[in-house]
């Protein structure tokens, strides 16, 4: 029977009240077998409040998008988390961020290097540069004793995410990886109803990553991850979360991956009769053109946050296409990653896995099937079905049932407020267990992905996985 009040009453009615409820790192409360209620409320929200007689401090390496998502944790819960630093270039972002979090003049910094260059001021650094730069500031870090969150990718080789592990090892700090799906609600939801046996045993998974076509031109092929050497492989720079999210869902090691998968449309060779280098430039095909960066961030004022702009208008933006990377033809950019890939796993007891990332579609998030030995899991994101093949039992959670509570309008469908409350949680208590992505259990979806992108290379070979760290 499906209810159709909220979590909190639900939980009222088993009689635990708004009382804190701990279950494990991902507390659930089954609320079924009280009241005859679906298994729906996933209150890991509930965990017991700590106290916080100060706030923990952190340094922000990187003040773009995913910098100002966390540190937004620290305004949300001022006596949890205070930013007390920032390194950034760019200096209306390194203004308007130092602005939003009252941060002194002598700690604000215009490259990473430089907060290292100090004595440690702060409890712990989370690290949003770019992909080329998760390295360098990760190790120094580490070693100067700070507790690290570190956005994906963990790092652009095997060789470097290991380091980093090492160093991890070495200095027992905490390091937390911003796979932010594994604290999704949704993807937490489709985690509980597999360990809890309700499918039986997992027989194999089918995974799809649409990513959306103006999404794949602006951030795949203009953008920060469009060229490989760059930052990482689509796999890498994309995917990570997908190769992770199945890894943590089968809950087994992998054993082989083999993949294909190739740039098909962005590049000069499919470039239109009549299209210049720069969109601004007197392209004759721009009107009919769906990648027109004039349509897309001109016009549209559509994934504006990665243009080094402070104000959006449009003369401002039209001036700005004519020298920023965002304003080259798609065709003409210097971007390697493929527009369209598959892997397939093997894992541990033969469970298999299928993946697909596809950059031309209408459409972004992400579908998920599951299949098990005694039921099935399907589910988009906007809601999941699961049925059991004993008693034909068929049920069905829309994403509200499953996260009505806080952060439900939050990135990533609540994972990434999510996340920076566990790693805030982490570095308070000292306890890398508050995290279900350390960067201990994050290595293996790395792994998946090189040995994807080396199979790729190689024609589809079949790689061993066989993490051994
Ligand atoms: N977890 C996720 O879902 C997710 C989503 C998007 C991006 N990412 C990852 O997060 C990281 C940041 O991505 P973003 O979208 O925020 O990019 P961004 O470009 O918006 O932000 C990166 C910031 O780092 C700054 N920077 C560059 N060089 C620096 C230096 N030497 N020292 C300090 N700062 C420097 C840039 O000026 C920029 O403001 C990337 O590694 C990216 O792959 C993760």
Same mark, same amino acid.
């Given at each position: 029977?499906?209810?159709?009040?909220?979590?909190?009453?639900?939980?009222?009615?088993?009689?635990?009240?708004?009382?804190?409820?701990?279950?494990?790192?991902?507390?659930?409360?089954?609320?079924?077998?009280?009241?005859?209620?679906?298994?729906?409320?996933?209150?890991?929200?509930?965990?017991?409040?700590?106290?916080?007689?100060?706030?923990?401090?952190?340094?922000?390496?990187?003040?773009?998008?995913?910098?100002?998502?966390?540190?937004?944790?620290?305004?949300?819960?001022?006596? @949890?988390?205070?930013?007390?630093?920032?390194?950034?270039?760019?200096?209306?972002?390194?203004?308007?961020?130092?602005?939003?979090?009252?941060?002194?003049?002598?700690?604000?910094?215009?490259?990473?290097?430089?907060?290292?260059?100090?004595?440690?001021?702060?409890?712990? *650094?989370?690290?949003?540069?770019?992909?080329?730069?998760?390295?360098?500031?990760?190790?120094?870090?580490?070693?100067?004793?700070?507790?690290?969150?570190? @956005?994906?990718?963990?790092?652009?080789?095997?060789?470097?995410?290991?380091?980093?592990?090492?160093?991890?090892?070495?200095?027992?700090?905490?390091?937390?990886?911003?796979?932010?799906?594994?604290?999704?609600?949704?993807?937490?939801?489709?985690?509980?109803?597999?360990?809890?046996?309700?499918?039986?045993?997992?027989?194999? *998974?089918?995974?799809?990553?649409?990513?959306?076509?103006?999404?794949?031109?602006?951030?795949?092929?203009?953008?920060?991850?469009?060229?490989?050497?760059?930052?990482?492989?689509?796999?890498?720079?994309?995917?990570?979360?997908?190769?992770?999210?199945?890894?943590?869902?089968?809950?087994?090691?992998?054993?082989?991956?083999?993949?294909?998968?190739?740039?098909?449309?962005?590049?000069?060779?499919?470039?239109?009769?009549?299209?210049?280098?720069?969109?601004?430039?007197?392209?004759?095909?721009?009107?009919?053109?769906?990648?027109?960066?004039?349509?897309?961030?001109?016009?549209?004022?559509?994934?504006?946050?990665?243009?080094?702009?402070?104000?959006?208008?449009?003369?401002?933006?039209?001036?700005?296409?004519?020298?920023?990377?965002?304003?080259?033809?798609?065709?003409?950019?210097?971007?390697?990653?493929?527009?369209?890939?598959?892997?397939?796993?093997?894992?541990?007891?033969?469970?298999?896995?299928?993946?697909?990332?596809?950059?031309?579609?209408?459409?972004?998030?992400?579908?998920?099937?599951?299949?098990?030995?005694?039921?099935?899991?399907?589910?988009?994101?906007?809601?999941?079905?699961?049925?059991?093949?004993?008693?034909?039992?068929?049920?069905?959670?829309?994403?509200?049932?499953?996260?009505?509570?806080?952060?439900?309008?939050?990135?990533?469908?609540?994972?990434?407020?999510?996340?920076?409350?566990?790693?805030?949680?982490?570095?308070?208590?000292?306890?890398?267990?508050?995290?279900?992505?350390?960067?201990?259990?994050?290595?293996?979806?790395?792994?998946?992905?090189?040995?994807?992108?080396?199979?790729?290379?190689?024609?589809?070979?079949?790689?061993?996985?066989?993490?051994?760290?």
């Amino acid at each position: 029977m499906k209810s159709n009040f909220s979590r909190r009453e639900a939980l009222k009615r088993i009689g635990l009240g708004s009382a804190a409820v701990t279950v494990g790192a991902i507390g659930v409360v089954n609320a079924s077998s009280k009241e005859g209620i679906d298994t729906q409320y996933i209150e890991e929200e509930e965990k017991q409040p700590l106290n916080f007689d100060q706030p923990i401090t952190a340094i922000v390496l990187g003040a773009g998008g995913r910098g100002n998502v966390y540190a937004g944790y620290a305004l949300e819960n001022p006596k @949890e988390l205070n930013i007390i630093g920032v390194a950034e270039p760019i200096k209306y972002r390194r203004d308007n961020f130092s602005k939003s979090h009252n941060i002194s003049e002598n700690n604000q910094f215009t490259t990473w290097e430089h907060v290292f260059e100090r004595p440690k001021f702060a409890d712990a *650094v989370i690290i949003t540069t770019p992909d080329a730069l998760h390295y360098g500031p990760a190790m120094k870090a580490i070693e100067m004793g700070y507790d690290v969150l570190l @956005e994906k990718a963990i790092a652009q080789s095997w060789d470097e995410c290991y380091d980093i592990l090492k160093q991890q090892r070495k200095y027992g700090k905490i390091v937390g990886i911003c796979h932010v799906l594994r604290y999704a609600p949704y993807f937490v939801k489709m985690k509980e109803i597999i360990d809890s046996g309700k499918i039986g045993e997992v027989v194999s *998974v089918q995974h799809f990553e649409p990513v959306e076509h103006i999404h794949m031109s602006h951030s795949f092929v203009r953008g920060n991850w469009g060229n490989s050497k760059k930052s990482t492989p689509m796999i890498l720079s994309k995917s990570c979360h997908d190769t992770d999210i199945i890894r943590w869902l089968v809950g087994k090691p992998c054993k082989k991956v083999s993949s294909f998968g190739s740039l098909k449309l962005f590049k000069p060779e499919n470039a239109p009769k009549g299209s210049t280098k720069r969109c601004t430039d007197g392209c004759t095909v721009e009107r009919e053109c769906p990648f027109s960066a004039i349509k897309v961030y001109a016009e549209r004022k559509s994934f504006l946050h990665h243009l080094k702009l402070e104000n959006h208008d449009t003369d401002s933006t039209m001036e700005l296409l004519k020298t920023s990377p965002y304003g080259r033809c798609v065709y003409h950019c210097d971007n390697d990653v493929v527009d369209h890939q598959v892997v397939n796993m093997q894992f541990e007891d033969d469970i298999t896995a299928s993946f697909s990332m596809e950059g031309l579609t209408s459409y972004g998030g992400r579908r998920t099937r599951i299949m098990g030995t005694m039921g099935d899991i399907v589910g988009d994101m906007d809601s999941m079905t699961v049925f059991d093949f004993r008693t034909r039992e068929q049920k069905h959670w829309t994403a509200k049932d499953i996260n009505d509570g806080i952060y439900a309008g939050h990135g990533h469908g609540g994972g990434d407020m999510r996340l920076a409350r566990d790693f805030v949680r982490a570095v308070k208590l000292q306890d890398p267990t508050q995290l279900t992505s350390t960067i201990e259990a994050s290595m293996e979806s790395h792994l998946i992905g090189f040995q994807a992108e080396k199979s790729r290379l190689k024609g589809g070979k079949v790689l061993d996985v066989n993490l051994k760290v």
